[in-house]
Each structure stands twice: as C-alpha cells, then as structure tokens.
C-alpha cells in the first residue's frame, strides 16, 4: 500500500524529482522506467542488508504487486469504464 505517512513522504520527495527530471532529460521510454523500479528494488534490498532469504526477495515481489493492483485500481479502470461508457460494453448482460 502506497498510503504512508506524510513525514516518509518528505524523505523522498527530492529524490522523486531528480528521477522525473532524469526521465524528461533521457527522453525515457518503457526500458528506462523498469530500469528505475529495478534499482529502487535493489537499493530497499541492500538497505536491508544482504544475505537475503525467501522472506525479504518475497516482499520486493509482494510491494510490486501491491503497487501494480493499485495502480490499475486508481488509474487504469477508471479510465477503461470511461471508455466503456463511450464506446459501449464488450460483455452481455448475462456474463455480468
């Protein structure tokens, strides 16, 4: 869940804006965001102090999956019932 508080939101702050920054000067494509996400994996797993177990690579997969449910929770559905509503329903009735 992304929805931590406003104080651990500040120590990142600078850091997020480098990185938007760096994307614009890199004109960045799909490579370079999974690149980001990869080392920012990377760089919460050496916080943690290797070696690592299951446990702590788990919770780098977990937190993806966490931030990827929430962003198609918030951001893609929102946008695929608006083009539903546009553009008509794919499913019957009788499938909902």
């Given at each position: 869940m992304p929805y931590i508080p406003r104080e651990n939101k500040l120590a990142y702050m600078d850091a997020?804006?480098?990185i938007q920054d760096a994307f614009a000067s890199a004109e960045a494509g799909d490579g370079d965001l999974n690149y980001v996400l990869t080392q920012v994996a990377v760089a919460w797993?050496?916080?943690?102090?290797?070696p690592y177990g299951y446990t702590m690579r788990s919770r780098v997969l977990a937190a993806f999956e966490g931030a990827k449910m929430e962003y198609y929770r918030r951001v893609m559905a929102p946008y695929e019932d608006s083009k539903r509503e546009d553009n008509g329903d794919v499913f019957p009735e009788e499938v909902l």
């Open positions: 997020l804006a480098e797993l050496m916080y943690h102090n290797p």
